[in-house]
């Protein structure tokens, strides 16, 4: 069965820091991965999805099939990246989505 | 990109009562689904949506807990029935083309 894995609940780091955060999936057929954030008050949204290879707000994402990880990354946090990030997998066709349980990211000043 | 607008954005109900809940795409889309987020979980898919016909269910969600409607490819309604303090948690609409949009959110609460 699918599955999306995201270690870490709460991820805080420092305004300018580098930021990771940590997404293993399990799937048997040929995944499509995506970032959803949710900002404090507004509705949960599309970051970036793997098959775009683009950076949005700084943000990166790469899929290596042989970890199995989608970690999103960006290199210098703003404070405004206060969210929380969800890590998950198109399955089953139908545009069906399997989400991981979410970090949330806090930077400070 | 399509806007859904989902109501009631949250409600406080009793035991025993079903609340229904609506979602109103602003535009035609071929997808609709409802999540479940219980508090402190990840959001777990409840049913897809089908229009013109009955929603396929997932895993552990039956059509007697929770009836869906999709009359049309704009709206949707949840229903959650017969409910118990363990529903208590937040209802999401998503519909989807290419990509996936989602609704406010409905926060149950049932005492």
New interface residues.
């Given amino acids: 069965a699918q599955r999306v894995t995201q270690p870490e609940k709460l991820l805080s780091v420092f305004k300018g820091a580098p930021v990771e955060l940590k997404c293993n999936y399990s799937y048997s057929g040929s995944p499509e991965l995506?970032w959803y954030v949710q900002y404090s008050r507004?509705?949960?949204?599309?970051l970036l999805?793997h098959i775009s290879r683009e950076s949005i707000k700084g943000f990166t994402a790469d899929l290596n099939k042989g970890e199995t990880s989608f970690h999103l990354k960006k290199p210098f946090a703003q404070e405004e990246d206060s969210a929380m990030y969800?890590c998950a997998l198109l399955t089953g066709g139908?545009?069906?989505?399997?989400?991981?349980?979410?970090t949330q990211l806090k930077v400070e000043l | 990109s399509a806007v859904i607008s989902q109501k009631p954005s949250r409600d406080i109900c009793q035991r025993g009562t079903s609340l229904t809940i609506q979602c109103q795409v602003d535009s035609q889309v071929t997808m609709m689904f409802w999540y479940r987020q219980q508090p402190g979980q990840s959001l777990t898919l409840i049913a897809t949506a089908n229009q013109g016909s009955e929603a396929t269910y997932e895993s552990g969600f039956v059509i007697d807990k929770f009836p869906i409607s999709r009359p049309n490819l704009t709206f949707s309604t949840l229903t959650v029935s017969n409910m118990s303090p363990e529903d208590s948690s937040i209802y999401l609409c998503s519909s989807a083309n290419t990509e996936a949009f989602f609704g406010q959110g409905t926060r149950l609460t049932v005492v």
Avoid: H, I
């Fill in positions: 995506f507004q509705r949960l949204q599309l999805r969800y139908g545009n069906k989505l399997t989400f991981g349980t979410g």
